[in-house]
């Protein structure tokens, strides 16, 4: 590869060659310096002749006395203000000879003129002379090689400085790209010209390229960056990082609501003097943590809860992160483990309570008819009676039970294509062939409203609701079924003019084994499952069930299932 010339080569050598250039200038030029300083010093004669000439009593004396004063000279001419030439000593010494000889021989010479007034008018003499012919003093000469010099030095010295803005030029472009860049001004280099073959050029394409790999770079790591803040923000457990002086560096939304703290009132804070608008146990707890493993440089955890009615179960981890560089707070919100367990544990003891209860009648009724084997047949009936009664009871409650576990273990069912018309009118019959008094009626825009479901399953969750509006009501029940659309949605009402339920008691109903009024629903045979059952199954469907009710006046079932699409169940 064929090497480069520096910037300071091509200094040198560009220097080298433009003193050379303008030093045979100067020899060059120097006969035009001579005549230029002659020409001015004959000027300055003749300017000198003037208060004398214009004291002439007439024009033909002035022209002699101008004459006389410039006999010295090749050759002199008055002009008048008119442009007349009113004296040509050329043509009086050459008066045989033709003009255009004696222009040809005027042409060759140097002339000067100087204008002057007389009697009110303008005239001016011209002088042609042989500049060469001229003598000159060593002062003089002196002034002509100093002037022609300091003349050739000053335009080196102007030729040099444009020389070296030109050469400098883009090193100043990469300087100042490179100090913007620093000082703040611009966030990114721009891409500095790299054409060439200069050093700069060279200097440049390298920049460009470091430019470029460190701006894939920064996009790497800010994609990273976002990419790992995005899991930190996903994470269900509250993340916060504190450097080695505890000084918050990182918080995730998660972390910041645990500690009750907004976001922005913890990152770049001293994680020892933050404080809560309102008291926060957790904050505490988190400090001291995150102080002592800083200290010791040690993993540490902690578990407490906080709240009184509404328990929060926090377990909180302290991770040192490298040597010394801070620690990783990560703060887990057990609460909804710790509620399974305690509805896993309410669940177990509603269900051998409602299960011991006619395991008791039954046992009971056993022992009596086992004591008494002379009984009589009235007292017998009623006894079998209420074994059958309560052994249905035991049936039901076993069967519901086996239907929540289906659906909490429920694999992707048969869905298929039906019409929630055909559905509620389907449920009317069936509800009708069991309870012939009930008055029930289907409020219906349209035709067809075809929804994805499990033909067994959504009958189910629409009998337990029908079955509810008659149990829960005056006979004769009085039902009411309507369906709407909502954009991707179909929206079915089951409405009763029952005895409602409490207000307190709504938002509970779909709990487990939860019941509204006890001594009713012995009396009917419920164990406080069927909703938590309707439930399930909407959902299941991807739909969801709300309810709305007034106490004394009735109650509202809303099932919103989506439209026929292609619906997995979850």
Known sequence: ??????????????????????????????????????????????????????????????????????????????????????????????????????EKSRSMLTSARVPFEYADAIFEIVVFFDHKA????????????????????????????????????????????????????????????????????????????????????????????????????????????????LNVTYANMKGAKLLGTPKLQLVGKDFREIKTKRPSEALPKCQELAKAAVQNHALLTDSFTVGEENKVHLDIIAVPIGNLQGVALIIQDNSTHHKILTMGKEFIANASHELRTPITIIKGFAEMLHDLPEISESMLEDITDKIVRNCHRMSALVKNLLVLADLDNLPQACLEERDLLVILENCQHQLHTLHPEVQITIDSPKDAFIVNVDSALIDLAIMNLLENAVKYSSAPANITLKISEADDDYIAYISDKGMGIPEQDLDHIFDRFYTVSKSHSRKLGGAGLGLSIVRNIIEKHEGSLDVQSSFGKGTTFIITLPKARAVALL
Not at 160 to 189: C, E, Q, W
């Open 134 to 245: 001229v003598p000159l003093s060593i002062n003089d000469i002196r002034i002509i090689y100093i002037g022609g010099g300091a003349f050739f030095s000053l335009l080196f010295f102007v030729l040099s400085l444009m020389m070296l803005t030109f050469f400098s030029r883009p090193i100043n472009v990469l300087f100042k790209a490179v100090n913007d860049y620093h000082n703040g001004k611009i966030k990114t280099l721009p891409e500095v010209d790299a054409t060439g073959r200069h050093e700069a050029a060279v200097f440049a394409r390298a920049l460009n390229d470091l430019n470029q790999e460190i701006t894939d770079l920064k996009e790497k790591l800010t994609n990273e960056k976002q990419r790992a803040s995005c899991v930190i923000e996903s994470l269900s457990e509250g993340v916060i990082i504190v450097d080695c002086e």
């Open 1 to 102: 590869m064929k090497k480069i010339p520096s910037l300071t080569f091509k200094a040198f050598f560009g220097h080298l060659v433009l003193f050379g250039v303008l030093f045979g200038a100067y020899f060059l030029s120097i006969n035009k310096f001579v005549e230029i300083f002659v020409r001015h010093k004959v000027k300055k004669e003749i300017t000198q002749w003037i208060p004398d000439i214009t004291t002439a009593g007439n024009i033909s004396a002035m022209i002699e006395l101008t004459r006389i004063k410039a006999e010295s000279y090749s050759s002199m001419q008055i002009i008048s203000h008119q442009d007349q030439v009113l004296f040509d000593s050329t043509w009086r010494q050459n008066h045989r000879q033709q003009r255009p000889v004696w």
